[in-house]
């Protein structure tokens, strides 16, 4: 149920720290990835070659429609889609540029996902096949523990979506789910001062502890998950 042989995924927000251990797993169960990100993830791609996956690459703004769409035609074939480009800017909604930042952070955590998944639910459905994460947060679960509410209202839209996209897609034999990460050990959360005495399980993350949840969605083994939100917080949020 694990298996991805002969199977492509395609990955957003590769080149960050829970992309790029969702690209290692899958790679390592025999996935076909299609990795893009504004930084490019050339790095990435070289590593997993080395290990003898198939890996294409792509950098382009995840806010830009057009470039989206055309990387998800290009695909010869796609199965799953992992939906993790994501910005999380530790400010305040005082600060005098917030209203310019509030734009930015709704249109790559939001948009962004709408961008890429528009061309691969309608890839999917007509194929009749696919499984689809979307990357929300905590957050948008109930406010966060130091997001700014930009973050905050752009992951819960992404946890809005995900039911939404779920009952269009679902009749189609496309599953779309998400994940929502508490606060994790990747370059995001640099210089957040998040007080681990406030996580139940007292510690941050490993991207590989969201990643595997991420990869457990792209699976088989959730073929019965439809609109789901999977917490993987430390405890943070008890649903």
């Known amino acids: 149920m694990l298996s991805f042989s002969e199977q492509t995924v395609l990955l957003t927000g590769a080149a960050g720290g829970i992309g790029m251990q969702t690209?290692?797993?899958?790679?390592?169960?025999?996935?076909?990835l299609a990795l893009c990100d504004q930084t490019g993830c050339e790095p990435l791609a070289q590593e997993l070659r080395l290990s003898g996956a198939v890996v294409s690459t792509a950098s382009f703004d995840i806010r830009d429609r057009l470039?989206?769409?055309?990387?998800?035609?290009?695909?010869?074939?796609?199965?799953?889609?992992?939906?993790?480009?994501?910005?999380?800017?530790?400010?305040?909604?005082?600060?005098?540029?917030?209203?310019?930042?509030?734009?930015q952070v709704v249109d790559i955590n939001l948009l962004g996902v709408i961008n890429i998944m528009r061309p691969a639910l309608k890839r999917m459905t007509a194929q009749g096949y696919g499984r689809a994460v979307l990357v929300a947060s905590v957050a948008g679960r109930m406010g966060g523990l130091k997001a700014s509410p930009?973050?905050?209202?752009?992951?819960?839209?992404?946890?809005?979506?995900?039911?939404?996209?779920?009952?269009?897609?679902?009749?189609?034999?496309?599953?779309?789910?998400?994940v929502a990460p508490g606060a994790t050990d990747t370059s995001m959360v640099a210089g957040s001062s998040i007080d681990v005495s406030t996580i139940p399980i007292r510690r941050l993350a490993g991207p590989e502890e969201i990643a595997k949840p991420i990869v457990f969605l792209c699976s088989d083994a959730a073929s019965y998950m439809c609109g789901a939100t999977l917490d993987v917080n430390g405890g943070v949020y008890m649903a």
């Open 23 to 32: 690209a290692r797993i899958l790679a390592s169960l025999g996935a076909r």
């Open 67 to 103: 470039a989206a769409e055309a990387f998800v035609n290009e695909q010869p074939s796609l199965d799953a889609i992992v939906a993790s480009a994501g910005y999380c800017p530790w400010d305040d909604w005082n600060d005098d540029d917030w209203d310019t930042v509030f734009d």
């Open 150 to 178: 930009h973050y905050v209202a752009a992951k819960g839209g992404v946890i809005a979506m995900t039911k939404w996209m779920a009952a269009k897609a679902s009749p189609y034999g496309v599953n779309v789910n998400s």
